[in-house]
């Protein structure tokens, strides 16, 4: 059977080197493949959950999301970039499903909960941000997605979708809706630890670099990375464990063998932070470097940027709408 991926982004920031190795890498591992299609959205809706006073910053960021997929390869005629809010067929679908799921078990979902926590939501939380997972289920289900490629923090929203799923089709008494796949990351990627090493690396902690950072700034948060606290003078041991240098070196150089021999200096004594952190700020100039070129080619090309987004939206839309008719004509309210 072809298989069909979805996955999707919210703008509220730019993207980093977290998205990279969490899920941008598996996108175009998948653009690539044949029998796949690809669908990629920027999830501009479920950004605004918990941004209803702010969505010039959404609209800032549907830009700089499908800038960054540009730039790290995801090509428009390979893969279908389009926008959740211009697919009316979606906030649609997710009226229906929301019929099927009770209120505890949206408050038990881990992903939702632990972001409650962060943003400090409680009896306060929005009802959109609430339900958003049961809008991921619309999402994926639209286009019959058969493997959703994310980072690990999103299998509880594969879980609820394929509840619904299951929900849907043994209500109405149809096969309509699929059950996604997740593709996750390899276990080492899935959660890129922040420059800091306090948690993962994300806009809220500050402790993130940009896809789209340039030189300067890159080297400027390498050199300020968390290493051992207690390698003070060089020729004292060093620790391995917890210290990012070595934790980004294992995920990012190309030469393994060389990292390899780093450590076992560093553990020995003798090597230096900076000498360390040099080295790998080398090895993530390689990496980003073509990255940032590639993003800049197209910033100026406002228009093509908004046919990227038309085109797509056209073709989503389509497949959607084809999917809401059939789920409309199983609950039997296609009245004429
Ligand atoms: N929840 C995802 C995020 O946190 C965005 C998203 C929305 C998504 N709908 C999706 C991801 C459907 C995969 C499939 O950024």
Request: aromatic share 8%; charged share 25%; hydrophobic share 35%.
């Amino acid at each position: 059977m072809d298989s069909i991926y979805l996955t999707g982004d919210r703008p509220t920031g730019k993207l980093h080197l977290g998205h990279y190795v969490g899920s941008l890498k598996n996108r175009i591992i998948a653009q690539e493949q044949k029998k796949t299609t690809q669908y990629i959205m920027i999830a501009d809706q479920q950004g605004l959950t918990d941004n209803a006073d702010n969505p010039q910053k959404i609209r800032q960021h549907v830009n700089e999301v499908l800038l960054d997929y540009l730039s790290v390869g995801i090509d428009p005629s390979k893969s279908t970039i389009f926008v959740q809010s211009q697919i009316p067929q979606l906030a649609e679908l997710t009226m229906y499903y929301l019929n099927l799921v009770n209120v505890s078990r949206l408050y038990r979902n881990p992903t939702v909960k632990s972001e409650m926590k962060e943003k400090k939501f409680t009896k306060s939380v929005p009802t959109g941000f609430l339900i958003y997972p049961v809008s991921q289920a619309a999402d994926i289900t639209a286009f019959k997605t058969t493997h959703v490629a994310v980072g690990g923090d999103q299998l509880p929203m594969i879980e609820q979708t394929k509840e619904i799923v299951r929900s849907f089709n043994r209500t109405y008494k149809t096969s309509t809706l699929i059950e996604p796949n997740i593709i996750l990351p390899s276990k080492q990627n899935q959660r890129l630890r922040g420059l800091d090493g306090q948690g993962k690396m994300s806009k809220s902690l500050n402790n993130a670099i940009y896809l789209s950072d340039d030189e300067e700034t890159i080297k400027k948060k390498v050199m300020s990375m968390y290493t051992d606290p207690n390698h003070i003078y060089i020729n004292d041991p060093g620790k391995i464990e917890g210290n990012m240098v070595f934790d980004y070196l294992d995920i990012f150089s190309q030469d393994q063998n060389k990292v390899a021999k780093l450590k076992e200096e560093y553990q020995k004594g003798g090597l230096g932070d900076v000498k360390i952190k040099l080295y790998l700020n080398e090895v993530l100039q390689e990496l980003l470097s073509p990255i940032r070129k590639r993003r800049q080619s197209f910033e100026r090309e406002e228009e093509y940027l908004k046919e990227i987004l038309k085109s797509g939206c056209l073709l989503a839309e389509e497949k959607a709408d084809n999917t809401l008719n059939e789920v409309k004509e199983a609950m039997g309210i296609n009245y004429f």
